[in-house]
């Protein structure tokens, strides 16, 4: 993919576009913005301060420490199914945790959160290693609205 660095909107420093390799456009990428203001701080020669960044999921303000790390609040995650948003059904309360989706013959369990953008994670059940590739096998099944963030796990 590739983050773009643009024009202020309003009262922030800077804007922030990112596009994945497919093309779509998520709203936000958490390690993304890290590095972007990484990088802005490191091309303006700044010193340790909080950016103002205007995203696709709004105002997001990452800031850069004195030891050259970058903290970002991304806010309180979004657990409730249909404010992820997920057309998958809850399992635990309003929740989507651990329900299954069978992609291309193989069933995995999986967790839906947002933060700014939705997100499935999913862990391997049967201990083989999930295939970073297949993300896209996941978004084609529409369960998640918007461009997904996907993730994998294996429990050793």
Do not use: W
């Amino acid at each position: 993919g590739v983050i773009f660095a643009l024009p202020p909107v309003g009262d922030t420093d800077l804007t922030m576009r990112i596009y994945n390799s497919d093309g779509s456009e998520p709203e936000m990428c958490g390690n993304g913005i890290r590095c972007l203001a990484r990088f802005v701080a490191d091309v303006d020669g700044a010193a340790a301060r909080k950016y103002k960044i205007h995203t696709l999921a709004g105002l997001i303000q990452p800031e850069l420490l004195p030891d050259g790390q970058v903290c970002v609040d991304m806010g309180e995650p979004i657990l409730e199914g249909p404010k992820v948003p997920t057309t998958l059904q809850p399992t635990q309360g309003s929740t989507v945790v651990e329900q299954g989706l069978t992609v291309d013959g193989r069933t995995y369990a999986m967790t839906c959160v947002s933060m700014g953008n939705p997100h499935a994670i999913t862990y391997s059940v049967d201990g083989q290693p999930i295939k970073v590739c297949c993300g896209m096998r996941f978004q084609r099944f529409k369960v998640l609205i918007g461009t997904i963030t996907a993730g994998g796990c294996l429990s050793l």
